[in-house]
């Protein structure tokens, strides 16, 4: 399973194996760290972000499209892994700004009702 596959499914078993303990996640907000940190924000990405396909694939960029609050975003997740595969640093662009703003505040909901 890829990592965009889990976060669209919100696997939070999956995504903590994929995961090294001091992962870096560069949101289009804010930089976060630590596996426990990112995990909970990745579960939440795939809560906010419906109807995911991958537009293009690269060896470590993913290209894909979406929906947010149903208007369409394109987005893009690079991802750095380790010698050992698990991913070591993610870095995720949302586009366009419009779309990005809803996403940024439905992110704000979502991890306020979690807490």
């Known amino acids: 399973m890829t990592l965009l596959e889990a976060i669209d499914?919100?696997?939070r078993?999956?995504?903590a194996g994929m995961l090294t303990e001091d992962v870096v996640?560069?949101?289009?907000?804010?930089?976060?760290?630590?596996?426990?940190?990112?995990l909970r924000l990745l579960v939440t990405v795939g809560g906010i972000i419906d109807d995911v396909e991958v537009t293009r694939q690269l060896e470590d960029v993913t290209f894909f499209a979406a929906k947010v609050e149903e208007h369409p975003v394109d987005g893009v997740i690079v991802e750095q892994t380790g010698e050992d595969g698990q991913t070591t640093k993610i870095t995720l662009w949302l586009r366009p700004l419009a779309?990005?703003?809803?996403a940024v505040a439905?992110?704000?909901?979502?991890?306020?009702?979690?807490?």
């Open 9 to 11: 499914r919100q696997d």
């Open 99 to 102: 779309q990005l703003q809803a």
């Open 13 to 15: 078993d999956t995504l």
């Open 25 to 38: 996640f560069h949101s289009p907000v804010q930089t976060y760290r630590g596996r426990d940190q990112v």
């Open 106 to 115: 439905r992110m704000a909901r979502a991890l306020a009702e979690r807490r």
